[in-house]
């Protein structure tokens, strides 16, 4: 089965800091995702990427960034944290032969 | 928006009682994925339907989809207290796409 793991599991930063959030398969998926849920609210897709060193705006990119250093890990980072960024933040992944998408646990982020 | 509803819904129901959640989109799909949020955990894939479908079943699941209405139903029969999740519908951002857009989900309690 599809392992998706997520760290932290939550964070609490101050706004204008930097926060970094991290994701690592183990399942040898190309493509990764990034997406954040309000509550009350669906996912809202962030970034994604389809290979390693590449990355892609999804429908909210504004204020993140994305890095896919290897085909393993996918990282989430807020240069400058906001109020409007507390949410909580899913990582997934998914690969030829499945439809699909595995998520992590989620990592809470509170920005104060 | 892909979705005809933004917000959450909630159902509350009694334990053995049956329930249906439906979503509607806006735009072309070939597949409806539902997907079960569990309080504090990622969302995970219960049941998927393919436009050549009407009509899938998985155990007390059961999902439809309608493309000429563009709607999907998913159904639980005989509800039970660890049926009590979040559930979302998701179609393919375009034709064979790897993105998915996801509805802003129900959020089903089921009492004893």
């Known amino acids: 089965e599809a392992a998706v793991t997520q760290s932290p599991r939550s964070k609490v930063a101050v706004t204008g800091g930097k926060v ?4 690592h398969q183990t399942n040898n998926h190309d493509y990764m995702y990034w997406y954040r849920q309000d ?3 669906g996912l809202r897709l962030i970034h994604y990427s389809y ?4 990355t892609e705006k ?3 990119p504004d204020g993140y960034k994305a890095s896919r250093p290897s085909q393993e890990n996918f990282s989430l980072i807020l240069e400058l944290a906001s109020l409007s960024q507390t949410a909580v933040y899913f990582c997934a992944s998914t690969g030829e032969g499945y439809a699909e998408q595995f998520f992590g ?3 809470r982020l509170t920005v104060l | 928006s892909q979705w005809g509803e933004e917000n959450l819904q909630a159902l509350s129901i009694q334990e053995g009682e049956d329930v249906t959640m439906n ?3 806006k735009t072309y799909t070939t597949v409806v994925h539902w997907y079960r949020q569990d309080s504090g955990r990622g969302p995970a894939l219960i049941i998927l339907i393919r436009s050549n479908e009407r009509e899938k079943r998985s155990g007390r699941l059961r999902a439809t989809l309608d493309t000429s209405s563009q709607s999907s139903s998913l159904s ?6 660890e049926d009590t ?5 998701a179609t393919e951002a375009s034709s064979g796409s790897w993105q998915l857009i996801f509805g802003s989900g129900t959020q089903l309690t089921v009492m004893p």
């Open chain 2, 76 to 81: 639980i029969t005989a509800a039970q207290c």
């Open chain 1, 20 to 23: 970094t959030l991290s994701c």
């Open chain 1, 105 to 107: 646990p989620g990592t």
């Open chain 2, 85 to 89: 999740a979040v559930y979302f519908c």
């Open chain 1, 58 to 60: 999804g429908d909210i």
């Open chain 1, 39 to 41: 509550t009350g609210h």
């Open chain 2, 23 to 25: 979503c509607s989109y």
């Open chain 1, 51 to 54: 290979v390693a060193d590449s």
